[in-house]
């Protein structure tokens, strides 16, 4: 308990730290925040109240005490360029973000620690000789330019899928959940969900199959082996849930970076999610909603590197049982 | 007819260098309700012999030639099916280090219902029943099967391996150095403990280790090993007392005695030979003091003396002599500084 | 007679000429190897190999050679707007190994200081360092490189500082607990008892026992750089007017290559990458079993 305590304190701590960062990083900004916002025809009196509106006529300490304390209250401010409450478009398009990582993430890993585990189970053979080159250069493909390849054989050149977005336009839903469910939207998902789960499945891969080497030598395999205990259950029950342990750990931290990572893979098949919005937020100077969306991916990031933490203490007994 | 007799066992390892001969001439008998010691340095293949008697062998490893008779049944040239049928109920291990023989991730008493109930096909309750038992038999507390064994400390450890050994009442338990890793109180409680239960159950013992003194505390007969080949054999009195082959000699003098303090220590100085490329003739001669030119040429058969006695040297005949010789550390020092 | 001083002295060369022999027994680094040696010589003699990649070309009769497909006088075509794809090709190698080099050499350096730091001196040092580390994990990669590029300007050298900011902790965190192994080594103990300074410990006794790992991180590193950096340029937050893969696929995705189906336009920039990427994989996987022989069985 005091370990998960401590580990708490600093998860805390990185959280401090990460904002901070942002908020003197998004003081680099070149030249006046609030010029994207301002129109030439306002008056500078109009200019005068925008920038106090933003706060950005106070000192730099007091510009960090008010970005804690709105950070503290859920208030991200306004879009410069839709005049939205930011935490309202980031909480649009947080469900396909999440949809899609959530599906590519699983497909990766499942299909990664059956084809690893089997990989270290068939070592010395031609699949294997064969496998692992593969494995290795599909996680050298840039993601992006996997989705275009994809793109262009199944969207444009088969015409299979469509080329983008979440849903067809002119359809309407009545609720979220009846849009993500509707065939048109996992119609749209399919082929941004590959292209992440191509990307994503060779971490896996490789170190289930390398764990499950190290886990093969293992004294207790060969006992239960002696015990006379059948196959299957020697490789499922003994091997790979030992082989497994460091697999769900990464799972989780793959979960976490996974969110700010599909920042190319939602550009190229214009994904509504929280990266596009942070790319189209920072290409068009819209500064509130890039920080907000910033400050978003990296909550997720931090919050499950830390659960990654406490996974592997509940897994493994001989931490959760030091 | 004893329980267990190996003949001639040859078992090689595929390496990057060539095939390494580890066992040449595996041969060796245990009798029903006796502990046999099975000695010899690190690396003479008696850990590989004994594990092989389990058929769970590594991947590089294959049999070359020989038998394997288990109560009358050649175990090699069987199906596969049929010995692993044998394993556990009749053939049990423990393991030199039980840290890594049990499994980490489960609790110590889920890993003995498992093999109760996969293995002995027992119900829930009564392997639940049996597993109190075997804790309380070999000196732990059954409420002590709720521990993972990271929880456990080393001699415990080595009792709860005894216990799963024991737990469908095998014929034979091979047990691979299992007080090896322990220190020198707790080793002797686990022997006794082992020793006791091995009459009180008439289970019959191969007990493999380097430690000669382990196996004048607990064995009724020995089995020594040099350089993958079986060497000398008899009953532990015999080869303890009036040593047969030179190595024997070598072995027991540098041992302190575990009755007698204050014996000499005499190394035999050496390394064992490369069993990629085993030497001509007899494997010990290039550490033995008495060497022959004939032991270099030929290599000495393992000769049965009417007592049951056997060893595999030339000069057997002189043992009595040469046993004398041998016990002057000076004796063993001269081939050292010849040899080098 | 070697006086026991020398012995330890001796003991760094093994594993220093260790770690700079390539692992030639294993066939996919040196495929890695020859992948690198000849990217290499196409990025020195990419201005003998190539024309001007951003020369807007004619055709015989006039007019512009948009879109044209591979030929002899076009080997992988031209772009839509009558530039040489092959040209760009081999002069985009350039940018890969400036990006990739400097990163990488930049990311070792910073992280295996760190880790030497952390792991040999301990206590609050250590933990400073690795709670810092522990922030940078906490940054998420590409938005922080995004807007690191956007606001401090698209130049090389930003994007090569905000890859060195993030991927430093990893190398730091293995060279940390290889240095806590190294300090409870016999040898490091017998030069402080004899009264070495830490110094002089660090340089002599540990740094080339680390080296071959520091390779081994350097060697993945390449390839994350390159990939970051394509990834930034993909996004349009590329140095600008600079030719290079990540700046040809995004010319492509914008220009309509995809649905023009010009394969020829934006499958070999893709391909370059995974080639220089999959070799850097490769050859960390060699040292890999150089420096961790797993036991073959």
Known sequence: ?322 | MSLLSVRDLAIDYATKGGSLHAVSRGTLEVGAGEVVGLVGESGCGKTTLARALTGVVPRNATFEAGEIVFEGRNLLGRPVSEWRDLLWRKISFVPQSSMNALDPVYRVGAQMDEVLRLRGGMGRAQARERTDELFRMVGLDPRRGTEYPHQFSGGMRQRAAIAMALALQPALVIADEPVTALDVIVQRQVLDTLRDLQARLGVSVLLVTHDISVVAYVCDRVVVMYAGEVVESGTARDVLETPRHPYTMGLTNAFPDLERAGGTLAPIAGGPPDLRHPPRGCRFAERCPFALARCRAETPPLVVAPNGHASACWRSDEAPALSELAKDPSTWTLTSTSAA | MSTPAEGKRRRRFPSLMRALRLPENDPLAMIGVAIYVVFLLVALFADVLASDPLEILFLDDGNLAANVPPSLAFPLGTTNLGRDIYSQLIVGTRAAFVVGLTAAIAVVAVGTLVGLLAGYFGGWVDNVLMRLADIALGIPFLPFVIVLAAFLGAQTQNVVLAITVLLWPNTARVIRSQVLTLRERGFVEAARVAGSSDWRIIRVHIAPNILPLSLLYGSIAIGWAILTEASISFLGFGPSGSVSWGAMLQDAYASQALSRGSYNWFVPPGLCIVLVVVAGFFISRGYEEVLFPKLKD
């Open chain 1, 1 to 322: 308990m005091r370990s998960v305590a401590i580990r708490f304190g600093q998860m805390l701590l990185v959280l401090w730290a990460v904002a901070t960062l942002l908020f003197f990083l998004f003081r680099l900004m070149p030249g006046d925040p609030t010029l994207a916002y301002i129109d030439t025809t306002f008056t500078a009196e109009q200019q005068e109240a925008l920038k106090r509106q933003f706060g950005l006529d106070r000192s730099l300490f007091e510009q960090y005490i008010a970005y804690f304390s709105n950070v503290f209250h859920g208030e991200f401010g306004t879009s410069f360029r839709s005049k939205r409450p930011v935490f309202d478009i980031i909480f649009e398009v947080l469900p396909n973000t999440l949809a899609l990582t959530a599906l590519s993430i699983t497909i990766a890993y499942v299909f990664g620690v059956l084809v690893g585990a089997w990989l270290a189970w068939k070592r010395g053979s031609v699949a294997e000789a064969l496998g692992i080159p593969l494995v290795l250069t599909l996680r050298a493909a840039p993601e992006f330019w996997l989705g275009m390849v994809l793109l262009a054989v199944f969207a444009f050149g088969l015409g299979w899928f469509p080329s983008g977005g979440a849903n067809s336009a002119g359809m309407t839903y009545g609720s979220t959940l009846e849009r993500m469910t509707s065939a048109d939207f996992l119609h749209h998902l399919i082929l941004p969900a590959a292209t992440l789960a191509l990307y994503l499945q060779g971490l896996p891969l490789l170190l289930m199959r390398s764990n499950m080497l190290d886990v093969l030598q293992e004294d207790y395999v060969m006992m239960a082996r002696m015990k006379g205990l059948p196959e299957w259950r020697i490789l499922l029950l003994h091997a790979a849930r030992n082989a497994l342990l460091p697999v769900v750990t990464a799972f989780a931290l793959g979960l976490g970076a996974s969110v700010g990572g599909n920042v190319v893979v939602e550009t190229v098949f214009s994904w509504p999610g929280l990266g596009r919005v942070l790319v189209d937020a920072v290409a068009g100077s819209d500064y509130p909603l890039a920080q907000g969306a910033f400050m978003f991916i990296a909550l997720i990031l931090i919050v499950m590197n830390f659960v990654a933490d406490l996974l592997y203490s509940v897994l493994d007994p001989r931490v959760a049982h030091g």
